[in-house]
């Protein structure tokens, strides 16, 4: 089972919301990330989390805030976003290093996320 | 850094013709190899990947060879269908270690026409 879900798969909100994208995998993958990409352009990395703990962060502005409570779960919290935000969001998954396939990152369907 | 350039296209073919996306990259040390497609308002799957020089990635009649010589990787089919209309992203993952994100090519648009 190679599955990445994620929840919302569409997002309308405005630019005073809070909102919350859940990102959830339950192969055993210990490292976990974020994309973003804008349409008819490739994604583009925001966030690394590597056991649970935030190792990369592409210098992501601080309205886009990520969580990771568990080795299964991932979060992106969205607070007061811009119209220019709206996207669609990626998830991905890999193994942890050492580990065969480690290479690899599994993808999840996405959040299509539209600021108004 | 790393970087991966493919021709954007949009590419478009007959079905059954043969195709070739071209992929060239500039990385340090031994980096693995992808491609993934991706359908419209879909996210992207893994089409095939190579982690080391002359590995040859194959998946559902793609193929590609990781070239160390030419820093290339280039995409084939020897017969494509309708169905295999998608945008393709040749993608890089470095070899320093650790969890890293994946260094994307702009994407190709593939139409194939019946």
């Known amino acids: 089972d190679t599955e990445v879900t994620q929840t919302p798969k569409h997002l309308v909100m405005g630019m005073t919301n809070k909102k919350s994208l859940k990102c959830e995998q339950h192969?055993?993958?210990?490292?976990m990330y974020w994309y973003k990409q804008k349409a008819k352009k490739p994604p583009e990395l925001m966030f690394v989390?590597?056991?649970?703990?935030?190792?990369i962060n592409e210098s992501v502005p601080s309205r886009f805030s990520p969580e990771c409570p568990n080795s299964s779960l991932l979060n992106l919290h969205l607070h007061a976003l811009q119209p220019e935000d709206s996207a669609l969001y990626l998830c991905?998954?890999?193994?942890?290093?050492?580990?065969?396939?480690?290479?690899?990152?599994?993808f999840g369907p996405g959040t299509r996320l539209l600021v108004l | 850094g790393n970087s991966v350039t493919q021709m954007e296209g949009p590419v478009t073919l007959s079905e059954e013709a043969f195709l070739t996306i071209n992929c060239t990259y500039t990385?340090?040390?031994?980096?693995?190899l992808f491609w993934y497609v991706q359908y419209p308002g879909e996210g992207l799957q893994l089409l095939l990947k190579?982690?080391?020089?002359?590995d040859k990635g194959s998946n559902k009649g793609f193929e590609a060879t990781y070239r160390k010589e030419t820093t290339s990787f280039h995409l084939e089919k020897g017969s494509v269908q309708v169905s295999d209309s998608a945008v393709y992203f040749c993608?890089?993952?470095?070899?320093?270690?650790?969890?890293?994100?994946?260094?994307f090519g702009k994407g190709t648009h593939l139409i194939i026409q019946p």
């Open positions: 991905a998954s890999s193994q942890p290093v050492g580990a065969a396939d480690q290479e690899t990152q599994y």
């Open positions: 192969m055993g993958h210990r490292a």
């Open positions: 989390y590597s056991y649970e703990k935030l190792s």
């Open positions: 990385a340090t040390g031994y980096p693995s």
């Open positions: 190579a982690t080391k020089a002359d």
């Open positions: 993608a890089l993952r470095g070899s320093g270690g650790g969890a890293d994100g994946l260094t």
